[in-house]
């Protein structure tokens, strides 16, 4: 037997003929890709011959295989499975050591060289993404071995290459030393995932280019960096637009440049200009945008300005192709970004294809990009033996942070340098952040797991709470912090402050971002966040019988995983928004309206430099969700930080009904990432002119109750034993009273709860358990008593859950009242219930009958999901949908679909109008194919049961959202207690 080759036991970033970092950057010098089909093997082990970089193999038998991809992607399985991890190493802690099961695929190809080749150049191959170590030949010979899965590197190869056919070989082991470095929230999907390219660089070319830019007052300047050797110059730098050429005949001539009067680059006006710098041998091309980076004091600005990130955590995946780049949808995925309000894009937890950064600069994203490191799964061992503190490591570590500063430091975009994810601290993070501070001092440095700050720049955490995150941002405040000593925190608290990861968008949710949003304004060393994340990373996969899902952890077999964690997106796997996505867009508009109470408007520019004037401001009135007024508001342009009030238009008022103004500021012209007419903001005002229900009749006070039994007829509804059993010719079965919800990913979570108590949460418990410790899925009904008089109905029904004292007592009462049936539910708990409720509702059970409801019409909330703490992006209106586009399709079915404070609602030739309660609040409404409980027992779509009913559900109340699957709880304000509840509901007769 062969032993695995030493150098999987070694903690070097790589070895042989690697070349030193560079720029990426255009260049006219010749490049040859090698993307394409290789001839592919994969051995379940590394104890292998090197029989794979003989010219000579006979490889004929081997599998063909596209390059870039993941081998586990590819094929039906044959090539191993995907597995996921969030914190878990899938292979035991025994740092630097993998196992010997190692899953190890050998490449082969061969390329022609063409014979004008350029002579005297210096040959290099390039890899920009390879899991985990490789180990590449040409031509027979070994060229060297590289780590830093999402790190480019070159070898030079110029003795190897030769005039027409070459023999490329790599050998790519799953598994390395390197692996206990990338520990990322994401896939484990080895292969060749980037490009490979073979490049000519001559001898009188460039060998690196940075141009630094900075802008002040106006105008903007250039730092040039030009690594070239002697035959190179005269070396000439142009930016035509500018009217910018400089030569340098010499290096000593190489300073900083003014360029005069120069608009700004910014996320909101990215302005770029085209430059060149040629030598006699090469010509590189960049696009330059000027801007400064500074800190000042507790502030964070770009161009003088205080910057507020309205960011997310930006993976790069994809349910086919994984993590391999398709500009594209790359642009695509950036536009809509854009288009929700988000303004930057932290690169969890790695760089991500350099053309990605490409497209920042252009369409306008604020960059924190991050270095390929996390070490996470040390944690729960204590970070006994983390790497981040062991010398053996020190080189890995700071080739990683160069080989991460080098490639991307031409970009406006990044302003700030993140040295990785969870890796705890240490030396050679230390070190890391002195090598960035000594190589760029233009930008800061940044590294959640300081939390002492000892080595960074600004101070950042991970999904503190709200009151927490208050006491971060209270000037004079002594409250401890994280980790940290009062000194320490003392002077964590003299830094810009932002949340690297917030908000854990799993499933649901999440709740509570204006809550963070609201603090952000009132504190000005707070600086923003960045939600958690951007995208669901589901696999594409198909169940035996071809039905089609998106797979999480645990589907394909792993020994150990982390579930659907990875389901934590504002997007689902299919690039489907979420409403917690379209929630996100309104906190984070970059417009703010607030109405007065003397019929006018205030208009506030909460851009960080641009005016309004690519704005317009449409109104419209409408009566009952029905438009019957609309115009523009004439506003001028307003700058960045100021405010303008408006008066708003006279609109015409019903007399007996609701009357809503809404004003949306909206694209006055298309951009490049949304169209002419794209809502960027909006608001609205109520201007009814009467409470609500006040035309509705009185029901009538009824005292002639005796008791019944048998069937009841009330106008078109029809009752056997007191239960409802048809309603307007059709068979409808309930009311029925319901407190489950199927849980979310927050409901199930018990991440965090608030150190104050004030969330009511229990440390490590989650509501889920609570909700089934308590029975309140399993709930039981017994009818107490059934009473009539003429023209209404009432039961009373005893409800409660096995092996349980707590109950509820549930009063229904059926009363005609004119030409409508009204409905009034009465729900009083019992004493004792000790934990929150997921909502107070009833179910009617509405059979297909061969006919099943297509959709539903209402006049409410809109016109997707909202929760108590996830409401501000719905508007009131009237809107339709099918049942299907009232859920949303969730990795993990749960909870969805409740619309908030409706008043009239249609479904399937019933009619409905709700009425306040006593506190003047409404009923929201759900309607789905399954019931609470048949979703909680799926763990994907496709496990659902067909339906033959269609379940409505009234809610009086929901519990809110939270983010607890990674985060706080649900905030006190939006909590629902145990507590007696009114459902006051008409039917049409």
Not at 401 to 414: A, G, L, Q, Y
Not at 759 to 780: E, I, K, T, Y
């Amino acid at each position: 037997m062969v032993l695995a080759p030493a150098y999987l036991s070694d903690t070097a970033p790589g070895s042989g003929a690697r070349v030193a970092p560079r720029a990426w950057l255009r260049s006219d010098a010749p490049t040859l890709s090698l993307d394409g089909t290789w001839r592919f093997r994969l051995s379940p082990t590394a104890d292998l011959p090197d029989d794979v970089a003989e010219p000579a193999l006979d490889d004929s038998g081997w599998d063909s295989l596209p390059v870039p991809s993941h081998w586990v992607l590819q094929g039906d399985g044959e090539y191993g499975r995907p597995i996921y991890t969030n914190v878990q190493f899938p292979f035991p802690l025994d740092p630097p050591h993998v196992p010997d099961e190692n899953p190890t695929g050998d490449y082969r190809r061969t390329f022609e060289l063409a014979a004008d080749w350029p002579e005297g150049a210096r040959t290099v191959l390039r890899f920009d993404g390879v899991e985990s170590l490789y180990r590449v030949w040409l031509n027979g010979v070994e060229v060297g071995i590289a780590t830093g899965s999402r790190l480019a590197q070159e070898f030079d190869v110029t003795t190897l290459v030769r005039p027409g056919t070459n023999h490329l070989a790599v050998r790519v082991h799953q598994w390395s030393p390197a692996s206990y470095l990338e520990d990322q929230d994401q896939w484990w999907l080895p292969g060749i995932f980037r490009e490979v390219t073979l490049a000519a660089r001559p001898a009188d070319g460039l060998g690196d280019v940075w141009l630094r830019t900075g802008w002040a007052d106006g105008a903007g300047w250039i730092e040039p960096e030009v690594i070239a050797g002697d035959a190179a110059f005269p070396i000439t730098l142009r930016i035509p637009a500018l009217g910018v050429e400089t030569v340098w005949t010499g290096r000593e001539q190489i300073g900083r440049i003014e360029v005069g009067a120069v608009e700004p680059w910014t996320a909101e006006s990215p302005t770029l200009h085209d430059a060149t710098v040629g030598s006699t041998g090469e010509t590189v091309s960049l696009r330059l945008g000027f801007r400064t980076v500074e800190i000042r004091g507790d502030r964070f600005l770009v161009n003088g300005e205080r910057v507020v990130f309205h960011g997310m955590n930006r993976h790069e995946a994809h349910p086919v192709r994984g993590r391999v780049f398709d500009e594209a949808h790359a642009r695509e995925d950036l536009a809509r970004m854009k288009r929700f309000n988000v303004n930057a894009i932290r690169t969890s937890h790695y760089p991500p294809h350099p053309r990605l950064l490409d497209l920042a600069d252009e369409l306008g994203f604020w960059v924190i990009l991050e270095c390929d490191l996390e070490t996470h799964g040390f944690e729960k061992n204590g970070w006994r033996g983390n790497p981040s503190d062991d010398p053996a490591w020190r080189e890995a570590y700071l080739d990683r942070i160069e080989r991460t500063v080098e490639r991307d430091k031409n970009h406006p975009s990044i302003v700030m340098w993140s040295l990785g994810n969870e890796s705890g601290t240490g030396a050679n993070l230390a070190a890391m952040s002195a090598w960035v501070h000594a190589r760029d001092a233009s930008r800061p440095v940044h590294y959640e797991g300081d939390y002492t700050g000892e080595y960074t720049d600004v101070y950042s955490r991970m999904y503190s709470t709200v009151p927490e995150t208050e006491q971060i941002g209270t000037d004079g405040s002594t409250a401890p912090l994280l980790g940290c000593t009062p000194a320490q925190g003392a002077r964590q608290r003299t830094k810009p402050f932002l949340l690297c990861e917030y908000a854990h968008a799993m499933g649901n949710g999440p709740g509570a971002l204006d809550q963070y949003e609201a603090l952000v304004d009132a504190h000005p060393r707070l600086h923003g966040g960045f939600v958690w994340e951007w995208r669901d990373h589901g696999i594409l996969s198909r169940t035996a019988d071809g039905t089609p899902f998106y797979a999480y952890g645990g589907d394909f077999g792993e020994v150990v995983h982390d579930g659907n964690f990875v389901m934590d997106g504002m997007i689902l796997s299919d690039d489907t928004p979420t409403p917690g996505l379209y929630e996100f867009a309104a906190v984070a508009a970059p417009v703010r309206f607030a109405f007065d109470r003397t019929g006018a408007v205030t208009i506030e520019n909460r851009r960080h430099s641009a005016a309004t004037d690519d704005l317009r401001f449409d109104w419209r009135a409408e009566h009952d969700g029905r438009v019957v007024a609309s115009g523009v508001l004439p506003v001028p342009a307003i700058p960045a930080g100021a405010s303008r009030r408006v008066e708003l238009p006279d609109v015409p008022v019903a007399a007996d009904g609701e009357t809503w103004l809404t004003v949306e500021a909206v694209l006055a012209a298309p951009a490049a990432w949304a169209p002419d007419g794209h809502v960027v903001a909006s608001a609205q005002l109520d201007r009814t002119a009467r409470p609500l229900g006040a035309d509705a009749p009185a029901a009538p006070r009824i005292t002639a109750w005796r008791d019944a039994e048998g069937s009841t007829t009330l106008g078109s509804a029809v009752f056997e034993g007191g239960r409802l059993v048809r309603l307007a010719g059709r068979a409808v079965g309930g009311p029925r009273v319901e407190l489950f919800r199927a849980p979310t990913d927050n409901d199930e979570g018990g991440a965090f709860s608030d150190p104050t108590g004030s969330d009511g949460a229990v440390p490590g418990v989650s509501n889920a358990s609570l909700w089934r410790a308590h029975g309140l899925d399993r709930l039981v009904h017994r009818l107490v008593a059934i009473q009539e008089a003429p023209g209404a109905l009432r039961t009373r029904t005893r409800v409660s859950a096995a092996d349980s004292a707590l109950s509820l007592t549930v009063e229904t009462v059926w009363a005609l009242v004119g030409d409508e049936l009204e409905l009034r539910v009465e729900v009083s708990p019992s004493a004792g219930w000790p934990t929150v409720w997921p909502r107070i509702g009833v179910r009617f059970d509405l059979p297909d009958d061969g006919d099943p409801i297509p959709s539903a019409e209402w006049f409410g909330l809109g016109p997707r999901e909202s929760y108590p703490d996830s409401i501000r992006s719905a508007r009131l209106g009237r809107y339709a949908a099918t049942v299907e586009e009232l859920s949303v399709p969730y990795a993990r079915p749960q909870e969805t679909g409740h619309r908030s404070a409706v008043r009239e609602l249609a479904v399937g030739g019933l009619t409905l109008r709700t009425l306040p309660d006593g506190r003047g609040r409404l009923p929201g409404f759900v309607l789905t194919r399954h019931t609470p409980q048949q979703l909680a027992a799926a763990g994907h779509p496709y496990e659902l049961p067909a339906s033959g009913t269609t379940y409505l559900f009234l809610d009086a109340a929901q519990h809110g959202l939270g983010s607890r699957a990674c985060g706080p709880d649900v905030w006190p304000e939006f909590s629902l207690r145990p507590e007696a509840r009114t459902l006051r509901v008409r039917f049409g007769a």
